[in-house]
């Protein structure tokens, strides 16, 4: 007597259905406008930046240390990058508010990781754009502010200075990505989030040291990347950053699962 055929049992990875939309958020948003227009723009003002200080320098022998350039770039690059960086974060998944029932209702992912899968993606998109364009324009600068008698940029304090930032947008696109989970449109979730933005800034302005305030952080961006920074705030800086990003991420999870889609 023949025996049976043996019985192929098939497993299911749940990670699969966050894989899957962790990747498509990605290939999708490197090829969005928003994410093309926002590398070209920083490219272009960096660029443009340094040949002017480079031409001042050159002919008007105005010189400026490679750590000074460097913060006043840093500069640009945030504040520059900022608004693009909202549309990315608050259209995460206000954009696909069409389309959200369908994957959720048909696909077989929950909403925790139809969230948790965009979160991440934007958080990756963002931060490592971020930092690849910052060491890039921090290598140009060293090269095209090199002096023997001041050569003062830090490979330490590059590294902190990129990662200071770069945990400061993170909390940015947590937000972000959290006030478009919960509005009903990309419009209003950018509107309410600029708000929360200037409010929170405008408020930390006012607060005395040591209680950071983003103009001053921005301005001691020179003195980091000579090295000269304090372990205690640094560490103080990403702890925050973890607890609020932390923050964003449970908040987003808990209205988005309780929201009709």
């Given at each position: 007597?023949?025996?049976?055929?043996?019985?192929?049992?098939?497993?299911?990875?749940?990670?699969?259905?966050?894989?899957?939309?962790?990747?498509?958020?990605?290939?999708?948003?490197?090829?969005s406008w928003v994410y093309r227009l926002w590398v070209l723009m920083t490219v272009l003002a960096a660029a443009g930046?340094?040949?002017?200080?480079?031409?001042?320098?050159?002919?008007?022998?105005?010189?400026?240390?490679?750590?000074?350039?460097?913060?006043?770039?840093?500069?640009?690059?945030?504040?520059?990058?900022?608004?693009?960086?909202?549309?990315?974060?608050?259209?995460?998944?206000?954009?696909?508010?069409?389309?959200?029932?369908?994957?959720?209702?048909?696909?077989?992912?929950?909403?925790?990781?139809?969230?948790?899968?965009?979160?991440?993606?934007?958080?990756?998109?963002?931060?490592?754009?971020?930092?690849?364009?910052?060491?890039?324009?921090?290598?140009?600068?060293?090269?095209?502010?090199?002096?023997?008698?001041?050569?003062?940029?830090?490979?330490?304090?590059?590294?902190?200075?990129?990662?200071?930032?770069?945990?400061?947008?993170?909390?940015?696109?947590?937000?972000?990505?959290?006030?478009?989970?919960?509005?009903?449109?990309?419009?209003?979730?950018?509107?309410?989030?600029?708000?929360?933005?200037?409010?929170?800034?405008?408020?930390?302005?006012?607060?005395?040291?040591?209680?950071?305030?983003?103009?001053?952080?921005?301005?001691?961006?020179?003195?980091?990347?000579?090295?000269?920074?304090?372990?205690?705030?640094?560490?103080?800086?990403?702890?925050?950053?973890?607890?609020?990003?932390?923050?964003?991420?449970?908040?987003?999870?808990?209205?988005?699962?309780?929201?009709?889609?």
């Amino acid at each position: 007597m023949d025996a049976s055929p043996p019985v192929v049992t098939v497993r299911f990875n749940r990670l699969l259905p966050y894989w899957a939309v962790f990747q498509t958020d990605l290939r999708l948003t490197a090829r969005s406008w928003v994410y093309r227009l926002w590398v070209l723009m920083t490219v272009l003002a960096a660029a443009g930046l340094l040949l002017y200080r480079v031409g001042l320098h050159k002919e008007a022998g105005l010189f400026q240390s490679a750590a000074a350039q460097s913060g006043d770039l840093f500069r640009l690059m945030v504040v520059g990058s900022l608004a693009l960086i909202v549309v990315l974060a608050v259209s995460a998944i206000s954009a696909e508010r069409g389309t959200v029932a369908d994957s959720v209702l048909s696909r077989g992912i929950s909403r925790y990781q139809y969230f948790l899968a965009k979160w991440h993606a934007r958080l990756v998109v963002v931060t490592v754009t971020f930092a690849v364009l910052a060491f890039v324009m921090l290598l140009a600068s060293y090269f095209l502010f090199k002096d023997d008698s001041q050569t003062d940029l830090s490979l330490t304090g590059g590294l902190v200075a990129v990662c200071a930032v770069c945990a400061v947008l993170a909390v940015i696109v947590s937000w972000g990505v959290t006030i478009g989970a919960l509005s009903n449109g990309t419009v209003l979730g950018i509107t309410v989030f600029w708000l929360v933005l200037y409010g929170s800034g405008f408020l930390l302005s006012l607060l005395p040291e040591p209680w950071p305030s983003p103009e001053r952080q921005l301005s001691r961006l020179k003195f980091v990347l000579q090295g000269q920074y304090n372990p205690a705030v640094l560490t103080q800086l990403l702890v925050g950053c973890g607890i609020l990003s932390a923050a964003a991420a449970v908040v987003g999870l808990v209205g988005f699962s309780k929201r009709d889609v």
